[in-house]
């Protein structure tokens, strides 16, 4: 197994970790943790090809990894502030009981 | 492959399980930040310093922070009665493990074909800067523009609702 591989299969991992996270918990801030957790097991793979690919002195990975994680943080902000905004309005953060749109 | 390597793998992927899998979710964000500290240890491993650097800062500086803040405000840390899980568990659970199964079949196929290049990039902080605004300003002025549109908005989203405004 070469290096670059044992980094892509982490990162496949952290994924699959993060995917069924995002789709069996029924916390809403624990959707988003997953939704994290899917965002970097991509910059893994994005620095890792940059690392082991040719012409890294481009620096095209690592860009897109600065760039995915000044994202993700926006991402994260914005998706943080909707979570409390809505459990002020349903007083209740459990996606199985947010059924409705209008509330 | 390296001890560090699996050592870190371990570290990152338990941490990414128990985050996912804790009852509490208090300690989900904890051991949240221990997968971002793996993945930052990766990054400098790959001797991509400024974004191991980078990966410190934003998210066990600021993610994780704004994680359990979000947690305490909405009262999210007492463990409910119930299980954690929603009621479709089985299907969410299938479709990631068909996702693994793909990529990682994917991955292993792919092994003789996947670039291997063995020299070490030295990359330094000035090289950093002068590819930030050099050919990639108009990304970073976009970047600059929806961090401020997103603090805004996140402000705006969670602004206390006054009595009597609706």
């Not at chain 1, 197994?1 to 995002?22: D, E, H, K, Q, R």
Request: proline share 3%.
């Amino acid at each position: 197994m070469t290096p670059l591989s044992g980094y892509l299969l982490v990162a496949a991992i952290l994924f699959s970790i993060g995917l069924a996270g995002a789709l069996t918990r029924r916390n809403a801030i624990l959707v988003l943790i997953g939704i994290e957790l899917m965002l970097n097991a991509a910059n893994l793979n994005l620095i890792a090809f940059w690392r082991y690919g040719p012409h890294p002195e481009a620096l095209t990975g690592m860009m897109f990894a600065i760039f995915s994680i000044a994202v993700a943080a926006a991402e994260a902000a914005v998706g943080l502030g909707l979570v409390i905004s809505i459990h002020r309005h349903a007083h209740t953060t459990d996606l199985d009981r947010m059924n409705r749109m209008k509330g | 492959m390296s001890i560090a390597f699996y050592l870190i793998a371990a570290l990152t992927v338990a941490g990414g399980l128990a985050a996912v899998l804790l009852k509490n979710t208090v300690h989900c964000a904890l051991v949240l930040t221990v997968a971002f500290a793996g993945l930052a240890l990766f990054f400098l491993q790959l001797d991509a310093q400024f974004a191991g650097f980078a990966q410190i800062l934003v998210y066990i500086g600021a993610v994780a922070i704004l994680v359990v803040f979000a947690i305490l405000l909405t009262r999210g840390s007492e463990t409910p009665k119930d299980s954690v899980f929603s009621k479709n568990w089985f299907a969410g659970l299938v479709i990631a493990a068909g996702i693994f199964a793909v990529l990682g079949w994917a991955v292993l196929q792919s092994g003789r074909v996947l670039p291997h290049e063995t020299a070490v990039p030295t990359v330094t902080v000035l090289q950093i800067g002068n590819a930030l605004m050099g050919c990639y300003v108009l990304p970073l002025e976009i970047v600059a523009l929806l961090l401020t549109a997103a603090m805004i908005g996140a402000v705006i989203v969670a602004l206390h609702e006054k009595e009597g405004t609706k």
